[in-house]
């Protein structure tokens, strides 16, 4: 079985850039989540998406970042204008379905360094 | 706010020595807890979950938690640590808040010295 995809890897951008990442789950998988993992802290979920639908996105900072699922398979993960402080690693997971004590997995992640 | 607090950052201990790291979560509804573990190189994976009914749970490379509900803790433990141990475990807490949304602690690093 094939795992979550990102890409790229790595991203070095200055700050008032734009960038955007890629994420492919697992196929079957209805529910797909992105976090922003700030170095020395745990994963922070910015949005989640159940099928092609945005089930939460109460943390992401929408006047900057945006996210889409379309035809509820790959998704992207957009920052514009990016901040120093977005710098982090950016996961993208899946899960089979939203709840119900399925376990997420996640993707090698994206590592972004903002200069 | 809901927040979920792993109290040690950093452990090192020696091989064959017993492991446990603390977590607690600040929720008062119902809850799947989840232990991943982050090892060196390689993506986030599932140690082990609880979902329902035994709080006592076992999950792969003999990883055990337990579920004590009035503590609001599930702690994880290992009687015997071996060097392929090192790596970042993270506490996980999915709540229901009329979805469902999932809350990782802090983190914690496990260095094993062979």
């Known amino acids: 079985e094939a795992g979550v995809a990102q890409s790229p890897r790595y991203k070095i951008i200055e700050k008032r850039q734009s960038v955007a990442f890629w994420c492919n789950p697992i196929?079957?998988?209805?529910?797909l989540y992105w976090y922003q993992q700030i170095l020395g802290q745990g994963p922070k979920l910015l949005i989640q998406?159940?099928?092609?639908?945005?089930?939460?996105d109460s943390q992401l900072p929408k006047d900057r970042f945006s996210a889409e699922r379309l035809k509820g398979v790959d998704s992207t993960l957009k920052i514009q204008p990016a901040k120093l402080e977005d710098s982090a690693v950016y996961l993208c997971?899946?899960?089979?379905?939203?709840?119900?004590?399925?376990?997420?997995?996640f993707g090698p992640g994206t590592r972004l360094t903002v200069t | 706010a809901q927040s979920v607090s792993q109290h040690n950052h950093h452990v090192i201990l020696s091989e064959a020595a017993s492991l446990e790291l603390g977590c607690n979560y600040s929720?008062?509804?119902?809850?799947?807890l989840f232990w991943y573990v982050q090892y060196p190189g390689q993506h986030l994976q599932l140690l082990l979950k609880?979902?329902?009914?035994?709080?006592l749970v076992k999950g792969i490379k003999g990883f055990e938690a337990e579920f004590i509900k009035s503590k609001f803790s599930f702690n994880l433990r290992k009687p015997s640590v071996q060097w392929s141990d090192t790596a970042e475990y993270f506490c996980?807490?999915?709540?229901?808040?009329?979805?469902?949304?999932?809350?990782f602690g802090a983190g914690t690093r496990l260095f094993v010295k062979a």
């Open positions: 196929s079957g998988h209805a529910t």
């Open positions: 609880y979902f329902s009914g035994d709080p």
């Open positions: 929720y008062g509804g119902t809850v799947n």
């Open positions: 997971a899946s899960s089979l379905v939203l709840g119900g004590g399925y376990e997420q997995y």
């Open positions: 998406f159940q099928n092609n639908g945005v089930v939460d």
């Open positions: 996980a807490v999915m709540i229901s808040t009329g979805g469902f949304k999932t809350i």
